[in-house]
């Protein structure tokens, strides 16, 4: 599934929990150039909701999809200024 | 509303300097953009917390919801007063206390928790349970939140009032402010918080 994007950097944040996989998934993005796509691996099953509200509610990154397998959960968020 | 039975002579004015259909629609042009400037303002995102209180619980939620809306990209001032003031003071901060009274929720009657110790065992308890459950630690919040830009201030009242020195604080932490500088915050951010 993954390898649909084309993945510039991958963050992981497995163990961490609320609310370092956002904050450390802003990090991440700022050392990115517009166009490019984070992945971000957690196994916090809060994430899916966080990450995706901290796209909406954020300028210049988009969510582009979430994976669920396992207790791993992956997302994906472009750069996008 | 005018009830005025007004002359010829003024109406023939105002229709004089009644604007021109193109001159509305450059208006209204103006004013969307102005809007969407107040409306979306990504820039201009501000949030102010008050956090007063210092146990190992409440110390946790202005740094969460800090370093989070930093991560949002709001413009983040924390304004430390009474015993939110260890949160930021070097030594206290790495030993913030739970209590184990006042909390019907713990697991042992009042009675109990009141016994000499109480407190300590307690916070070992919920110390451990941060760990085991990788939750960030108050200095790793802090830390980050500051590297994130959050403003960090120390109530200089209250500095005084607990005997604290200002070079008691970590580095980054703004002292020599009061109530009307926190007030100035709350008036200009999206959000306030008092923790």
């Not at chain 1, 944040?13 to 992945?39: F, R, Y």
């Not at chain 1, 300028?59 to 669920?68: N, R, S």
């Not at chain 2, 901060?93 to 110790?117: C, K």
């Amino acid at each position: 599934m993954s390898a649909e994007y084309d993945i510039a950097e991958t963050l992981d944040v497995k163990g961490a929990s609320c609310p370092m996989p956002v904050v450390k998934t802003k990090g991440a993005i700022d050392d990115l150039s517009a166009g490019e796509v984070l992945e971000v691996v957690a196994t916090d099953s809060g994430s899916v909701s966080d990450i995706d509200g901290w796209a909406s509610g954020t300028a210049g990154v988009e969510l582009i999809g979430q994976e669920e397998g396992g207790d791993v959960y992956k997302h994906y968020v472009r750069k996008t200024e | 509303m005018s009830t005025d039975t007004s002359s010829p002579d003024g109406a023939d004015a105002a229709a004089d300097d009644a604007p021109t259909r193109a001159e509305l629609a450059a208006r209204v042009d103006e004013l969307e953009e102005a809007l969407g400037d107040v409306a979306t303002g990504d820039d201009g995102k501000k949030m102010s917390i008050i956090a007063t209180k210092g146990t190992l619980d409440m110390a946790y939620p202005p740094l969460i919801l800090a370093s989070t809306a930093a991560a949002f990209g709001y413009e983040v001032t924390v304004f430390h007063t009474f015993w939110g003031l260890d949160i930021l003071h070097e030594e206290r901060s790495e030993n913030l206390q739970l209590s184990s009274v006042g909390n019907p929720n713990m697991p042992m009657p009042n009675a109990v928790a009141a016994l000499p110790g109480m407190d300590r065992v307690t916070t070992r308890m919920m110390r451990k349970r941060i760990a085991d459950n990788d939750t960030a630690s108050i200095k790793e919040l802090f830390e980050t939140s500051l590297d994130m830009g959050v403003e960090f201030q120390a109530c200089q009242m209250t500095i005084e009032l607990m005997g604290y020195d200002e070079d008691d604080f970590y580095d980054g932490v703004t002292t020599g402010v009061g109530a009307a500088t926190a007030l100035q915050d709350m008036a200009e951010a999206d959000i306030q918080l008092l923790v």
